[in-house]
């Protein structure tokens, strides 16, 4: 059973910045999502190795890495500059494909909540 728990979430004024991180062993297509309270779950950016894809909204100020160690990864999503607007639950999910569709991704994380105050 693949688990996948985020970490880095919080409370951060606006103009700064979080580092969100999920270890996800094993996993080759690793994407991070996020959900605003009434929204949909929202694609922001996914990593596999050599290749990374970012929602055209999220261009700019998010940045996803990942880093290997011997049969671990930790796929890393940094937010700079964050607005009230970036306020919502990240989650860390993974699938067999790079996609930008919650739908295709098997497992994810619980979740990691970021507030950002005006």
């Known amino acids: 059973q693949v688990q996948l728990v985020e970490s880095g979430g919080g409370l951060v004024q606006a103009g700064g910045s979080l580092r969100l991180s999920c270890p996800a062993s094993?996993?080759?297509?690793v994407g991070w999502f996020r959900q605003a309270p009434g929204k949909e779950r929202e694609f922001v950016a996914n990593w596999s190795r050599g290749s990374t894809l970012y929602a055209e909204s999220m261009k700019g100020r998010f940045t996803i890495s990942a880093k290997l160690a011997k049969n671990t990864v930790t796929v890393n999503l940094q937010i700079n500059n964050l607005i009230p607007e970036d306020t919502a639950v990240y989650y860390c999910a993974a699938a067999q494909s790079m996609s930008v569709v919650a739908t295709d991704y098997n497992y994810w994380g619980p979740g990691t909540q970021v507030t950002v105050s005006s």
């Open positions: 094993g996993r080759t297509f």
